[in-house]
């Protein structure tokens, strides 16, 4: 048994055991283990001067198995140890938090990601909870500010060390180090599995910036935990009035991000978004409207209000924002003129800050509303031109898309993304290939050398095309085809074999689009206009392709195709209005005499940068099949009609286009 004295000696060297043996902290039960065996019941009476004289930050409070130690001392004896082990647990707790904070200002001190790593390895036994979440805090700021990469090994011993101390985070310290694996790029599964297990276990207690930093790191890790989802969504929900705008824009990317459309929650997002809108930062309002649209949640009065902010603080915008702005408006097919002309005329500011993909979904938005911003167009194709080296196949493709689309017909431009486009044209992809092709087939742009790339493409990549993609991509190999006036036979036999080989993935379980059904059908018909025998398979296709295709249902009239039938009319003429051949619905058909007029508007045009206008690929290619049909075809342009100023002009225009056996009826 040891002396009164020895208690000291007995207790600190319980601490040291404790210690060797790496426990997170030392208990009344590790003290009691060492001590029980060696006082005696003689020396107990003693204990409490003992733990008088002791400054040890490692004692413990005062619990059950010490009472149970002590079970022969007097109550008097008790209550002073209770007393004792209180004060110092306080006093050991306040020593604990300056031990903590003086390790920090030294995690503080270091600059550089690689130099604080080889402290952190160095004391890493020294560290508590706070350290650890201080650390990884710190290393993603230098990681990010130097670009550096820290690879799962080179973090080793710090993974350790919170994977150790896992269950004694607290709220604060597990949203931090969710922040920091996710800009650090762990993948290490299994931990962040783990990690986000525990921040489950202690979700209630999170604040606004905690919910949003975990459930942005979830998204970071591309981890769909469904049930911490929604538990996160639960509290955030009720404490939806603490987030600031930026906890909202990244709570709102988070669930977007992994695809969880929980409507209730963006509601709540969406209520408290519109009540502190104009706080919001450029890259809050774009991700903001963003959300909402893959969410599929449109929310009317948010993208107003947006809007009005977005206009009042345009110049703050970066080109990103810009372009991602625009590109939420468009998904959503909100077409806000005001907010689109500020746009345009700060991107035309900033167009030297732009990143090809930022270029590429600007043009796009714009092409998706049907914009015809010829300025920003034009400065677009300069932009594109000098830094055609940087575009990747994908930016290629969207921005030949979107000219054709607000139908510019800029060579100088298309000419270099052929170029380009021949270059990698192996690295081009199914949506790709489809687009490219559609753009300057509509375009009518003849550029064999480009068709053909495409072609073999399309031919090698058959199997991963999509059915859309598939029949869009034919489509416009035929079109150029029926369209291009000197196509030699050899290119003739290329291209029909590489659409037969596209058709050739199309099932008949697959034709239950009418628009599918349509273009296959105006395929087939461009082929036998051609003397070109069609496939069995096509030939198979062909009742499921009929029984799609509604000759019922016809479109609405223009206002310029009412006028020219009205003018007609006034002639005495009969006619058909919108009847349908070889898979077109023709504006006019006079069937007695096989004439087909069409009314081309404005669509039905494309124009260069002198503002000359050509015939768009899908319009001449109308025309071709029609012809092939038998019929003759008057096209009455748009710009023509609008200088016949009343019906007696409009009459004599019209007697001058049609043939005399035409007009007996007058």
Same mark, same amino acid.
């Given at each position: 048994?040891?002396?009164?004295?020895d208690?000291?000696?007995l207790l600190?060297?319980?601490?040291?055991?404790?210690?060797e043996?790496?426990? +997170?902290?030392?208990?009344?039960q590790s003290?009691?283990?060492?001590?029980r065996?060696?006082?005696?019941?003689?020396?107990?009476?003693?204990?409490?001067?003992?733990?008088?004289?002791?400054?040890?930050?490692?004692?413990?409070?005062?619990?059950?198995?010490?009472?149970?130690?002590?079970?022969?001392?007097?109550?008097?004896?008790?209550?002073?140890?209770?007393?004792v082990?209180?004060?110092?647990?306080?006093?050991?707790s306040?020593?604990?938090?300056q031990?903590?904070?003086?390790?920090? !200002?030294?995690?503080?001190?270091?600059?550089?990601?690689r130099? $604080?790593?080889?402290?952190?390895?160095?004391?890493?036994?020294?560290?508590?909870?706070?350290?650890?979440?201080?650390a990884?805090?710190?290393?993603?700021?230098?990681?990010?500010?130097?670009?550096?990469?820290?690879?799962?090994?080179?973090?080793?011993?710090?993974?350790? @060390?919170?994977?150790?101390?896992?269950?004694?985070?607290?709220?604060?310290?597990?949203?931090?180090?969710?922040?920091?694996?996710?800009?650090?790029?762990?993948?290490?599964e299994?931990f962040? =599995?783990?990690?986000?297990?525990?921040?489950?276990?202690k979700?209630?207690?999170?604040?606004?910036q905690?919910l949003?930093?975990?459930?942005?790191?979830?998204a970071?890790?591309?981890?769909?935990?469904?049930r $911490?989802?929604q538990?996160?969504?639960?509290?955030?929900?009720?404490?939806?009035?603490?987030?600031?705008q930026?906890?909202? +824009?990244?709570?709102?990317?988070?669930?977007f991000?992994?695809?969880?459309?929980?409507?209730e929650?963006?509601?709540?997002?969406?209520?408290?978004?519109? !009540?502190?809108?104009d706080?919001?930062?450029?890259?809050?309002? =774009?991700? +903001?409207?963003?959300?909402?649209?893959?969410?599929?949640? =449109?929310?009317?009065?948010?993208?107003?209000?947006?809007?009005?902010?977005?206009?009042?603080?345009?110049?703050?915008?970066?080109?990103?924002?810009?372009a991602?702005?625009?590109?939420a408006? +468009?998904?959503?097919?909100?077409d806000?003129?005001? $907010?689109?002309?500020?746009i345009?005329?700060?991107?035309?500011?900033?167009?030297?800050?732009?990143k090809?993909?930022?270029?590429?979904?600007?043009?796009?938005?714009?092409a998706?509303?049907?914009?015809?911003?010829?300025?920003? &167009?034009?400065?677009?194709?300069? #932009?594109?031109?000098?830094?055609?080296?940087?575009?990747?196949?994908h930016?290629?493709?969207?921005?030949?898309w979107?000219?054709?689309?607000?139908?510019?017909?800029?060579l100088?431009? $298309?000419?270099?993304i052929?170029?380009?486009?021949?270059?990698?044209?192996?690295?081009?992809?199914?949506?790709?290939?489809?687009?490219?092709?559609i753009?300057?087939?509509?375009?009518n742009?003849e550029?064999?050398?480009?068709?053909? @790339?495409?072609?073999?493409?399309?031919?090698?990549?058959?199997?991963?095309?999509?059915?859309?993609?598939?029949?869009?991509t034919? #489509?416009?190999?035929t079109?150029?085809?029926?369209?291009t006036?000197?196509?030699?036979?050899?290119?003739?036999?290329k291209?029909?074999?590489?659409? &037969?080989s596209?058709?050739?993935?199309?099932?008949?379980?697959?034709?239950?689009? %009418?628009?599918?059904?349509t273009?296959?059908?105006?395929?087939?018909r461009?082929?036998?206009?051609?003397?070109?025998?069609?496939?069995?398979?096509?030939?198979?296709?062909?009742?499921k392709i009929?029984?799609?295709?509604?000759?019922d249902?016809?479109?609405?009239?223009?206002?310029?195709?009412r006028?020219?039938?009205?003018?007609?009319?006034?002639?005495?003429?009969?006619?058909?209005?919108?009847?349908?051949?070889?898979?077109?619905?023709?504006?006019?058909?006079?069937?007695?005499?096989?004439?087909?007029?069409?009314?081309?508007?404005p669509?039905?045009?494309?124009?260069?940068e002198r503002?000359?206008?050509?015939?768009?690929?899908?319009?001449?290619?109308?025309?071709?099949?029609?012809?092939?049909?038998?019929?003759?075809?008057?096209?009455?342009?748009?710009? %023509?009609?609008?200088?016949?100023?009343?019906?007696?002009?409009?009459?004599?225009?019209?007697?001058?286009?049609?043939?005399?056996?035409?007009l007996?009826?007058?």
């Amino acid at each position: 048994m040891v002396n009164p004295i020895d208690f000291k000696t007995l207790l600190l060297s319980a601490h040291e055991e404790s210690s060797e043996r790496k426990e +997170a902290e030392v208990t009344d039960q590790s003290i009691v283990k060492i001590a029980r065996p060696r006082i005696s019941p003689s020396s107990r009476g003693s204990f409490r001067n003992a733990l008088l004289s002791i400054e040890s930050p490692a004692l413990p409070p005062a619990r059950r198995s010490f009472r149970d130690c002590l079970v022969s001392s007097t109550p008097r004896e008790k209550s002073a140890v209770r007393k004792v082990f209180h004060k110092t647990q306080s006093e050991s707790s306040e020593r604990s938090n300056q031990a903590s904070k003086k390790m920090n !200002r030294k995690i503080g001190c270091f600059h550089h990601a690689r130099t $604080l790593l080889k402290f952190v390895n160095r004391n890493i036994d020294q560290f508590n909870t706070r350290n650890i979440a201080t650390a990884f805090h710190r290393l993603a700021k230098h990681v990010r500010r130097e670009k550096e990469t820290l690879s799962e090994e080179d973090l080793a011993l710090l993974i350790r @060390a919170a994977t150790s101390n896992i269950s004694h985070f607290n709220a604060r310290e597990l949203a931090n180090i969710a922040w920091t694996t996710a800009h650090l790029k762990l993948s290490d599964e299994r931990f962040c =599995r783990r990690f986000f297990e525990c921040a489950y276990a202690k979700i209630s207690t999170f604040n606004a910036q905690e919910l949003s930093n975990t459930a942005w790191a979830l998204a970071r890790h591309k981890l769909r935990d469904e049930r $911490l989802l929604q538990k996160i969504s639960e509290c955030a929900r009720a404490k939806i009035s603490k987030f600031n705008q930026q906890n909202l +824009a990244n709570l709102a990317w988070a669930f977007f991000e992994l695809g969880s459309r929980d409507v209730e929650l963006f509601r709540a997002i969406s209520k408290r978004m519109r !009540r502190i809108i104009d706080r919001f930062l450029p890259i809050n309002l =774009r991700i +903001a409207a963003w959300a909402s649209v893959n969410l599929d949640i =449109r929310d009317k009065q948010l993208f107003d209000e947006v809007s009005r902010t977005a206009q009042n603080k345009i110049e703050m915008f970066t080109p990103e924002d810009l372009a991602n702005l625009a590109g939420a408006f +468009a998904r959503f097919k909100i077409d806000d003129p005001e $907010l689109f002309r500020s746009i345009s005329t700060e991107a035309q500011n900033k167009m030297e800050l732009f990143k090809p993909k930022e270029i590429a979904r600007l043009a796009e938005s714009f092409a998706n509303l049907r914009i015809r911003d010829t300025e920003l &167009f034009g400065m677009v194709s300069r #932009w594109v031109r000098d830094n055609i080296q940087h575009l990747n196949p994908h930016e290629l493709s969207t921005l030949a898309w979107s000219f054709h689309i607000v139908l510019i017909r800029d060579l100088k431009l $298309l000419e270099e993304i052929s170029r380009k486009a021949q270059e990698t044209i192996e690295l081009f992809n199914p949506l790709d290939l489809s687009m490219i092709v559609i753009a300057f087939a509509d375009l009518n742009i003849e550029d064999n050398e480009l068709f053909v @790339a495409i072609s073999d493409q399309a031919k090698a990549k058959r199997r991963r095309f999509d059915l859309q993609n598939l029949v869009n991509t034919a #489509w416009s190999l035929t079109l150029i085809a029926m369209n291009t006036r000197e196509l030699n036979e050899e290119l003739t036999i290329k291209f029909s074999r590489c659409i &037969f080989s596209l058709i050739h993935r199309i099932k008949e379980e697959d034709i239950t689009k %009418e628009e599918v059904a349509t273009q296959l059908y105006q395929i087939a018909r461009a082929f036998q206009s051609r003397d070109i025998k069609l496939t069995e398979h096509l030939s198979r296709l062909a009742p499921k392709i009929r029984s799609q295709m509604k000759d019922d249902e016809q479109p609405l009239p223009s206002r310029f195709h009412r006028e020219v039938a009205r003018t007609l009319e006034n002639l005495g003429i009969a006619f058909k209005n919108e009847a349908p051949i070889c898979g077109f619905f023709v504006d006019i058909v006079l069937n007695e005499h096989k004439i087909a007029i069409e009314a081309d508007g404005p669509t039905h045009f494309a124009r260069d940068e002198r503002g000359k206008s050509f015939p768009t690929g899908k319009t001449l290619f109308k025309k071709n099949l029609i012809q092939s049909a038998g019929y003759r075809v008057i096209s009455i342009p748009y710009w %023509e009609w609008s200088k016949q100023r009343n019906n007696q002009q409009r009459c004599k225009y019209l007697t001058g286009l049609l043939p005399a056996n035409s007009l007996r009826l007058i």
